[in-house]
């Protein structure tokens, strides 16, 4: 399960690349999300599936979907709509396919060498173990975070609210 683990490594070090050093939003959200699923691939090579679960589900899942309601509430005009037009090209998913299709033949694998259902020697990490561990030692540290989110939420709504006002005032 080595080589499943490099193989996602370098899949999510390319596709971060694609994200840096691409031009149009669209094709830096679609390298996102093939780099979000192969860091999700590492936690499952690494026999960690709810750590890796967790990575689909909420990065690659909700987050990434945010991203693309930001992009289309974005692109307006007519201008955009030929620019989408571009984008539709096969030429744009030509990296990330390929990219995703590398994950898929390293998850196929690591389905096929995974006879008794480990994936490596180890311990399993499961959701209790993970819940024993933020709320046992790191109790504070998940609280705090708690309300540096909740601070971040009363800041962003009031922001919005203020430039709504703004634009009204204009």
Same mark, same amino acid.
């Given at each position: 399960?080595?080589?499943?683990?490099?193989?996602?490594?370098?899949?999510? /070090?390319?596709?971060?690349?694609?994200?840096?050093?691409?031009?149009?939003?669209?094709?830096?959200?679609?390298?996102? /999300?093939?780099?979000?699923?192969? +860091?999700?691939?590492?936690? $499952?090579?690494?026999?960690?599936? $709810?750590?890796? #679960?967790?990575?689909? /589900?909420?990065?690659?899942? #909700?987050?990434? =979907?945010? $991203?693309?309601?930001?992009?289309?509430?974005?692109?307006?005009?007519?201008?955009?709509?030929?620019?989408?037009?571009?984008?539709?090209?096969?030429?744009?998913?030509?990296?990330?396919?390929?990219?995703?299709? =590398?994950?898929?033949?390293?998850?196929?694998?690591?389905?096929?060498?995974?006879?008794?259902?480990?994936?490596?020697?180890?311990?399993?990490?499961?959701?209790?173990?993970?819940?024993?561990?933020? $709320?046992?030692?790191?109790?504070? =540290?998940?609280?705090?975070?708690?309300?540096?989110?909740?601070?971040?939420? =009363?800041?962003?709504?009031? +922001?919005?609210?203020?430039?709504?006002?703004?634009?009204?005032?204009?």
């Amino acid at each position: 399960m080595e080589l499943a683990f490099y193989l996602s490594g370098l899949v999510a /070090i390319l596709a971060t690349l694609g994200v840096i050093s691409g031009t149009h939003a669209v094709h830096a959200l679609l390298y996102l /999300i093939v780099s979000l699923l192969a +860091v999700a691939m590492t936690f $499952f090579a690494l026999g960690a599936p $709810f750590a890796g #679960a967790l990575e689909i /589900i909420v990065y690659a899942g #909700a987050i990434m =979907v945010l $991203f693309v309601f930001v992009v289309m509430m974005l692109n307006l005009g007519e201008d955009t709509q030929e620019q989408e037009r571009a984008w539709l090209k096969p030429k744009t998913w030509l990296g990330p396919s390929l990219l995703a299709g =590398v994950l898929m033949l390293v998850m196929i694998t690591m389905l096929i060498e995974a006879g008794d259902g480990r994936l490596i020697d180890g311990d399993l990490l499961t959701a209790k173990a993970v819940g024993q561990l933020l $709320f046992g030692p790191w109790l504070l =540290v998940v609280e705090l975070a708690a309300f540096l989110l909740l601070a971040a939420l =009363v800041t962003a709504s009031h +922001v919005g609210r203020l430039s709504a006002f703004q634009g009204e005032r204009e």
